[in-house]
């Protein structure tokens, strides 16, 4: 009866993590010139490791470049 009882508990636990939606609006980030280039080079190179893309660009983090990516490109993924 213990056994069936964790797997339950386990089994909410996961689907209320998958369910976590962010309700804010994603804003555009605005990036140079420089940085755009840099981000479609690497994304080239190591494709959607966000995280290390993300360290070559100081002040940036791995969910902006993430974010700025596919508002780039959602227009081809619709």
Same mark, same amino acid.
């Given at each position: ?11 909410? !636990? &996961?689907? +209320? #993590?998958? %369910? *976590? ?7 555009? !980030? &605005?990036? +140079? #010139?420089? %940085? *755009? ?42």
């Amino acid at each position: 009866m213990d056994r069936r009882r964790r797997r339950r508990r386990q089994a909410k !636990i &996961n689907i +209320s #993590e998958s %369910e *976590e939606v962010s309700s804010i609006e994603w804003e555009f !980030i &605005n990036m +140079s #010139e420089q %940085e *755009e280039d840099l981000i479609y080079r690497m994304y080239r190179l190591v494709g959607e490791r966000w995280d290390l893309i993300a360290g070559r660009i100081p002040g940036r983090k791995a969910e902006e470049i993430e974010r700025f990516w596919i508002m780039k490109h959602r227009e081809g993924l619709c």
